[in-house]
């Protein structure tokens, strides 16, 4: 019998404990299937942050460590400075980047880590049961923004790509989707090519991928999906932000 | 080779750390420990390692997680408020069981405080500092010399018990000038190769992964269990210096730098013909409880006299270790004063039952 597709060695046989619907599975598949499209010469060392993805080191099928609370790109630039060779690569949530782990986002990008982040924005706190995140949208409703979020009494949403893109130490910064096939499919493009970057050794990259959270949002899978298409993509347009 | 010279006490540290194998360094400044990250950025690429000035202590002490994790000798430095912010990854780093050293040049506080000397960040370092039930390998060095000889041994004992060992030495032993002899360049390949470590060589079932999440009781209280019995293990790295103790009715006992001036008290209380002795804990945690019951036992002895630089936090063990048997007094001083060794006679002579 001819095998047509299988799932990528880089991920184990552990079931994603993920709700139905949650796209940190599919984001798990792609930057698992990028890594092993580098040929698996290099070895290869991940960071699993505080969030929903903290079991990522069940998941993914290499060395992992798992970083406090926003502290995966710190762990990760301590990792590199060790192995210059192998692939260091952080995921994270937005509560866990943009908010607590801020500064060790920005001074990575700015320091040049030769390193890769792949950035969940579900504009959610999703693992503590939906407070609003750094990335939660005007309007947008949360345990902590119960009458949706506004300006005057939240702050605006951060954007994070547009904000790396402006350091020198950024190589590759891009932002995608996984709203539908198409989406899919230029997403990991743009996680392989953020890999790629690495292993030439050009300095920090980071693929922002729009999440969602159907449990958090209160939403079926398939609206989550609309909501990220029609909404969250206004206030966090797709591209490239920054390439060297 | 062995040759006598003079060293300022943050400097000496700093090289040798590099002589016991240190190679990634992750600091932030802070006043008085500033010239070992200094030190380190320029001599760790001399000898094939790495530097990072760290955004922020906390970002440094993860960089130490990462460095460490993924097999490194890795340290870290700071001063008081910087050893509070770095609190958090301390407990993941005893909880993920990685070996590094940290050095905490103490200076005065709360708050903000002084830069001058003191001892109060005892507590913070013996009893566990972060969250959740940890303990560290803790030293009270009282000289330079002493501080070069346990920064060098470091390493090997952080590595031994897979723990975080923590030198707790103040403004005083960070500023100072001392001779010192430094010791051989530890041969880097010589290192036992850590089986456990993410260094990327591995993967699928061979892979390894570094954590402290236990998300079930059992296993978290079996984890506990472990390193419970790892510090039981541990009291075999007790270290404790007694001076003039065998006959004396008065021990004074303090750590670090106050063990100095304490010494300097016991002899002008001998030549004055009071028979006092020191006790001088090297190693903070694990602590010598067992020289202070011994003595506390003992009929010649009549009272202890805890001598710190804070407002009392050293004295709480002594007392759990003297268990009533004998009083246990205390003078202190803070806020970076130092007392001298007359004004500790005088408030010695005072404080005698
Ligand atoms: C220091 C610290 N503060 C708070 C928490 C609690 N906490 C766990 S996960 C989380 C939010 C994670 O949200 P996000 O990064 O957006 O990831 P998601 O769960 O949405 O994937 C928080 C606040 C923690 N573990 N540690
Ligand atoms: S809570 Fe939200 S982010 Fe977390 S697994 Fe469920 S859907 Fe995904």
């Known amino acids: 019998m001819q095998k047509v597709f299988q799932k990528s060695a880089l991920l184990t046989d552990t079931p994603f404990h993920y709700c139905p619907g949650c796209t940190h599975g599919i984001s798990h598949r792609i930057t698992a299937e990028a890594l092993e499209e580098l040929g698996g010469k ?8 505080v969030g929903c993805a903290v079991f990522a080191y069940n998941y993914f099928n290499c060395d992992i460590q798992q970083a406090a609370h926003g502290r995966a790109p710190a762990v990760a630039s301590g990792i590199k400075r060790v192995c210059p060779d192998k692939i260091v690569f952080a995921y994270q949530g937005d509560g866990d980047l943009a908010s607590i782990g801020m500064a060790e986002t920005v001074h990575a990008a700015a320091r040049g880590e030769n390193i890769t982040i792949i950035f969940i924005n579900n504009a959610i706190y999703g693992m503590t049961g939906g407070q609003m995140a750094p990335t939660t949208l005007i309007g947008q409703k949360s345990t902590t923004s119960q009458g949706g979020r506004t300006a005057a009494l939240q702050g605006n949403p951060i954007r994070i790509c547009e904000m790396l893109a402006t350091l020198d130490g950024a190589s590759y910064i891009a932002r995608v989707s996984l709203h539908d096939l198409k989406s899919v499919v230029a997403a990991k493009k743009a996680v392989k090519k953020a890999f790629d970057y690495q292993v030439a050794g050009k300095g920090f990259s980071l693929v922002e991928i729009l999440s969602t959270c159907p449990t958090n949002w209160g939403m079926t899978p398939e609206n989550s999906m609309e909501y990220v298409k029609n909404e969250m993509t206004k206030v966090y347009p797709l591209g490239v932000f920054k390439e060297v | 080779m062995s040759e006598r010279i003079l060293m300022k006490g943050n400097e000496a540290v700093a090289e040798a750390a590099v002589r016991g194998g240190c190679r990634y360094f992750f600091g932030y400044p802070i006043t008085p420990q500033n010239e070992i990250p200094e030190y380190m950025s320029k001599r760790l690429p001399e000898v094939g390692g790495a530097f990072i000035q760290a955004e922020s202590e906390v970002s440094a002490i993860n960089m130490v997680y990462g460095a460490a994790g993924a097999g490194g000798r890795a340290m870290t430095s700071s001063s008081s408020p910087g050893i509070s912010l ?29 830069i001058l000397p003191s001892q109060g960040d005892y507590f913070q370092s013996v009893k566990g500092g972060g969250h959740g039930d940890y303990r560290m390998l803790v030293y009270g060095p009282a000289s330079i010399q002493e501080a070069v000889d346990i920064t060098y041994k470091a390493f090997e004992k952080a590595e031994k018990y897979r723990i975080p060992v923590m030198i707790l030495g103040d403004g005083v032993l960070g500023q100072m000038m001392e001779p010192v002899v430094l ?37 978290l209280e079996g ?38 001036i304490a010494k300097s008290a016991v002899d002008i209380l001998r030549e004055s013909g009071v028979k006092a002795g020191l006790i001088r804990p090297i190693t903070l945690y694990p602590f010598p409880s067992d020289i202070y019951a011994q003595y506390a036992a003992k009929k010649t002895v ?9 407002l009392g936090q050293m004295v709480e063990d002594v007392r759990l270790a003297v268990n009533g048997a004998k009083p246990v007094d205390f003078y202190g001083r803070s806020g970076g004063n130092i007392m001298s060794p007359e004004e500790t006679v005088q408030q010695v002579l005072k404080k005698i039952k």
């Open chain 2, 86 to 114: 770095k609190q958090e990854g301390i407990s993941y780093i005893a909880g993920a069981e990685l070996p590094c050293v940290i050095v905490n040049m103490v200076r005065s506080g709360p708050g903000l405080g002084g």
């Open chain 2, 183 to 219: 010791p051989e360049m530890t041969d880097i390949a010589s290192i036992p190769v850590k089986e456990w470590a993410t260094d990327g060589t591995k993967s699928g079932k061979d892979r390894r992964i570094i954590n402290s999440l236990y998300i079930e009781a059992d296993v």
């Open chain 2, 302 to 310: 009549k009272q202890f006299i805890t001598l710190e630089l804070n």
């Open chain 1, 42 to 49: 290099q070895g290869i060392i991940g960071v699993a942050p």
């Open chain 2, 223 to 260: 984890m506990n269990n472990k390193f419970a019995a790892l510090y039981e293990r541990m009291k075999a790295e007790t270290a404790c210096e007694t001076y003039l103790a065998d006959d004396a009715e008065i021990i004074l006992t303090a750590f670090g730098i106050t063990a100095r």
